[in-house]
T-cell receptor, first 115, second 114 residues
């Protein structure tokens, strides 16, 4: 069964610090991997999307990396802000890209940034 | 504001009842997706419509049904509700049926079944 596992489940960091969230997946073959940010009670918002041939993708203070050989991805947040407090969800799609029924969602990492 | 609207924002009902959740896709988007997110669970894909036709079906219970109307808005009907149906229900839309990059989520409807 295709799975996406994220770690840690939750994380508390001080404002201004960096952090890295992990995503391990077993989906194979693999088309693309996306990181979403979901504020509490809101819909997910896409941060980055990477195909199997891409190693890194940045969006402001968010940088995602992908190692398709080890089936691992990470999301690095630089100089965290209070507004980064949210759940971060890793989503993996096998080919054909974007097939709705085939997307596998991780359960997310809940990040809390404090003063 | 993502451009995808969902109503109502909150819904509280009793077991055995039936409810209807509504979603209006972003202007220009033809495809609508429904997801369920239970407490501490990942998003579960329920069903997808494209231009009025069912396109893909996920883990949707037989008690649940959906449709997309000619004006492209969609409704998700949940019947014979159980306590376990309490969850956030999200609608997302995209231009094309497999357009990953354009899948935009709405704010969700929080359903509480008592």
């Amino acid at each position: 069964k295709n799975q996406v596992e994220q770690s840690p489940q939750s994380l508390i960091i001080l404002e201004g610090k960096n952090c890295t969230l992990q995503c391990n997946y077993t989906v194979s073959p693999f088309s693309n991997l996306r990181w979403y940010k979901q504020d509490t009670g809101r819909g997910p918002v896409s941060l980055t999307i990477m195909t199997f041939s891409e190693n890194t993708k940045s969006n402001g203070r968010y940088t995602a990396t992908l190692d398709a050989d080890t089936k691992q991805s990470s999301l690095h947040i630089t100089a965290s802000q209070l507004s980064d407090s949210a759940s971060y969800i890793c989503v993996v799609s096998p080919p054909p890209a974007g097939t709705a029924s085939k997307l596998t969602f991780g359960t997310g990492t809940r990040l809390q940034v404090t003063l | 504001d993502s451009g995808v609207t969902q109503t109502p924002k909150h819904l509280i009902t009793a077991t055995g009842q039936r409810v209807t959740l509504r979603c209006s896709p972003r202007s220009g988007d033809l495809s609508v997706y429904w997801y369920q997110q239970s407490l501490d669970q990942g998003l579960q894909f329920l069903i997808q419509y494209y231009n009025g036709e069912e396109r893909a079906k996920g883990n949707i219970l037989e008690r649940f049904s959906a449709q997309q109307f000619p004006d492209l808005h969609s409704e998700l009907n949940l019947s014979s509700l159980e306590l376990g149906d309490s969850a956030l229900y999200f609608c997302a839309s995209s231009v094309a049926p497999v357009s990953e990059d354009r899948r935009i989520f709405g704010p969700g409807t929080r359903l509480t079944v008592l």
